[in-house]
């Protein structure tokens, strides 16, 4: 009796095999007649009972008819899922014929993102279409992250914070190979794509000095993205933990150090962000912006021989930092505060005031040398409207006329 229980159910599953191919011969012809809808309805039918016992050709059949389907009915997310499952079996007989579909569907979905994105501004189209890209091709890995920055530009927040998650999940980093040379004519370094491109440039003559690098990584990038989307949510707890987790992974990345630092800033924590500025420091002592930065912290905090200290060493560092050294004559002139204060108290004294007088003037003299440099380095409307009134109080008269000129040419 058990025998003949096996004998039966041998028997069941050779007819379902029979059924399976004739379903799959029916689904094809429907494709062949453009009856996309029937083609659909068949392989629907037949996709349970597949899936749990069919052979492997019948399967690999069943996901190229239903991937071809699909994609002429522009569903390219079921077609790619169809393709990729098929892709993925070691049963190839149908790869070959799925291939160039796939690639046409992804060749017209990228080029859709690229159009909505450039020419359309439709960034949360843009940011849909880039990661049905992605789907579709999931080596090509820099069109998710092509769509979290759209879904950013989009303020469509959850997509784009799921769209970086999943590149944090598959490891992406961004880095590319670069095959980079100096234009002859104009001097400037250009990344000529491929190296037999590059190559063929410095033969030609046109191209001088080859060379070979990598790309910066998008991790530290990423990582604040998905921060600064949080934040934007109002999920700072959060937007600070994303941080803190990344920068346990890898304690001496500078950029995420400072991404955490600059989120301190925005939220207005600088005692937190001069914490983390001290780290940085001793990261990269030789980094003048760092420096800078305490100066600016100290500076806001009221103290002075601090933030001065910080912008001397950055100048130090970088001998033509015109911001640091505006910021030196700020630190100087801040002093003038306390002594224009006393002087409003002592309007009828006038010896008193005529003391007060030669020490704000004494004030100005120091400040002077740091805000002539930050004017000759970097000159602006400000320095230059702060040297005229320098050298006004200060009685040089040729200079002041000087700057008085060259302030009404700037306004």
Do not use: C, H, W
């Not at 020419?119 to 990661?131: P, Q, R, W």
């Not at 410095?202 to 790309?215: I, Q």
């Not at 998905?226 to 920068?247: C, F, M, N, S, Y």
């Amino acid at each position: 009796m058990k025998n003949q229980i096996l004998a039966l159910s041998l028997g069941l599953m050779s007819l379902g095999a029979v059924a399976q191919k004739s379903e799959l011969k029916d689904a094809e012809k429907a494709i062949k007649k453009q009856d996309f809808t029937t083609a659909l309805n068949t392989l629907k039918s037949i996709e349970g009972s597949l899936m749990m016992n069919g052979e492997d050709k019948y399967k690999s059949k069943f996901y190229f008819l239903k991937g071809k389907a699909l994609a002429a009915k522009k569903d390219y997310k079921g077609a790619a899922e169809s393709f990729n499952a098929l892709l993925a079996m070691k049963e190839g007989k149908y790869a070959g014929e799925a291939q160039p579909i796939l690639n046409q569907m992804i060749q017209e979905v990228s080029n859709k993102a690229v159009d909505l994105y450039n020419n359309k501004k439709d960034y949360k189209g843009a940011a849909e279409s880039f990661y049905l890209t992605y789907v579709l091709s999931p080596r090509d890995t820099s069109f998710a992250y092509n769509a979290a920055v759209s879904a950013t530009q989009a303020q469509d927040y959850d997509k784009a914070v799921e769209y970086y998650k999943e590149l944090q999940r598959i490891g992406y980093t961004g880095i590319e190979t670069q095959y980079l040379a100096t234009n002859k004519a104009t001097g400037k370094v250009e990344d000529l794509g491929s190296k037999q491109q590059r190559d063929l440039m410095v033969k030609s003559g046109s191209y001088v000095k080859p060379e070979t690098k990598a790309s910066e990584s998008k991790t530290a990038t990423i990582v604040k993205n998905v921060a600064l989307i949080l934040k934007e949510q109002g999920k700072t707890d959060e937007a600070i933990e994303a941080l803190a987790e990344a920068r346990k992974a890898n304690p001496k990345d500078l950029n995420l150090l400072l991404n955490e630092a600059d989120m301190y800033v925005k939220l207005g924590k600088m005692d937190k962000f001069g914490e983390l500025m001290n780290e940085a420091i001793a990261l990269d002592p030789s980094n003048p912006t760092l420096f800078y930065n305490l100066g600016v912290v100290n500076f806001n905090q009221g103290r002075m021989e601090d933030a001065k200290k910080y912008y001397e060493k950055a100048v130090e560092l970088k001998p033509d930092y015109a911001d640091a050294y505006m910021n030196l004559a700020v630190v100087v002139l801040d002093q003038e505060k306390a002594i224009v204060e006393e002087m409003n108290k002592n309007l009828n004294n006038f010896k008193k005031y005529d003391e007060l007088a030669a020490k704000q003037k004494e004030v100005y003299k120091q400040a002077l040398p740091f805000l002539e440099k930050a004017d000759g380095l970097k000159r602006s409307v400000d320095t230059v409207k702060t040297l005229m009134n320098l050298y006004e109080v200060l009685e040089m008269s040729d200079k002041a006329s000087e700057y008085r000129e060259l302030y009404k040419s700037m306004k």
